[in-house]
């Protein structure tokens, strides 16, 4: 399996600043088949920045959509419009979404369906709070999260589908979870993953880890058995550090 390298750009850069960072980017990134490299970056420059990246094999991806396909819904981006766009994969459930914009396991739900319609890859967020991991409830959550978001997707639909396990005691904090954990939480997805379905689509759909990945632990943690790559926020916003991550733990 490709190994995954997704940056999460947040509500950070403009374009004239991605367009400096995809300069030097491309300047210092390795890039080959075996490796699967995306930019998630705000709504409007979308379009622009995939034709920056026209020449070069890189992802270009959301980190939102809405769920219904168009209506009275101020502020919101549907599926179409960022297939209009040219948007390569749409970030789903992450847990900022989940905590300051209040989404639901049903709106994750119901938000993956409308990408499946429009055969648009996604990466489902998942991951449990410090409070949740502390009165040991890490299994239970993951577990809800995972069936309450898959609820209803067929399994050729997996062709489309990456899980990101988040925990979000590790998001922002510098606070990376130990091999331990991100091994145990992937070896529980894909138990999910295959009693839902079955083992060949639970060991084909890519699992990525995020939560405070820097240029320190990433070699550490590209060695978890199981882990198909990163999903990286404050790290990947640097350019250089984005592609020395990468260059480290590139498949040749
Ligand atoms: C994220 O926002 O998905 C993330 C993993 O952020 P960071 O790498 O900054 O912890």
């Given at each position: 399996m490709k190994k995954h390298?997704?940056?999460?750009?947040?509500?950070?850069?403009?374009?004239?600043?991605?367009?400096?960072?995809?300069?030097?980017?491309?300047?210092?990134?390795?890039i080959n088949d075996k490796n699967e490299i995306a930019l998630f970056v705000p709504y409007v420059s979308l379009k622009e920045?995939?034709?920056?990246?026209?020449?070069?094999?890189?992802?270009?991806?959301a980190q939102n959509v809405h769920f219904a396909d168009n209506g009275a819904y101020t502020g919101e981006i549907s599926a179409i419009m960022l297939k209009e766009c040219e948007t390569d994969v749409v970030l789903i459930?992450?847990?900022?979404?989940?905590?300051?914009?209040?989404?639901?396991d049903e709106d994750i739900n119901k938000k993956i369906k409308q990408m499946m319609k429009y055969n648009v890859k996604v990466v489902l967020c998942i991951g449990e709070t410090r409070d949740e991991r502390q009165m040991l409830k890490t299994k239970q959550v993951i577990t809800n999260q995972l069936k309450k978001a898959l609820n209803g997707l067929y399994e050729n639909e997996f062709k489309?589908?990456?899980?990101?396990?988040?925990?979000?005691?590790?998001?922002?904090?510098?606070?990376?979870?130990t091999n331990k954990i991100i091994e145990e939480a992937i070896n529980l997805i894909r138990e999910i993953l295959a009693s839902l379905y079955n083992s060949a689509?639970?060991?084909?759909?890519?699992?990525?880890?995020?939560?405070?990945?820097?240029?320190?632990n990433c070699k550490s943690l590209?060695?978890?058995?199981?882990?198909?790559?990163?999903?990286?926020?404050?790290?990947?916003?640097?350019?250089?550090?984005?592609?020395?991550?990468?260059n480290s733990c590139f498949k040749e």
């Open positions: 390298f997704y940056a999460n750009f947040k509500m950070n850069k403009t374009f004239k600043e991605i367009e400096d960072y995809c300069k030097n980017f491309i300047q210092t990134v390795k920045t995939k034709h920056l990246f026209k020449n070069e094999n890189i992802l270009i991806g459930g992450h847990s900022e979404r989940r905590k300051f914009f209040k989404e639901t489309n589908i990456i899980i990101a396990y988040e925990p979000i005691w590790a998001i922002g904090t510098g606070e990376v979870a689509l639970s060991n084909n759909t890519p699992i990525l880890y995020g939560g405070s990945v820097t240029q320190e590209n060695k978890i058995k199981n882990l198909n790559g990163f999903l990286i926020g404050g790290a990947s916003l640097n350019p250089k550090d984005f592609s020395f991550i990468i």
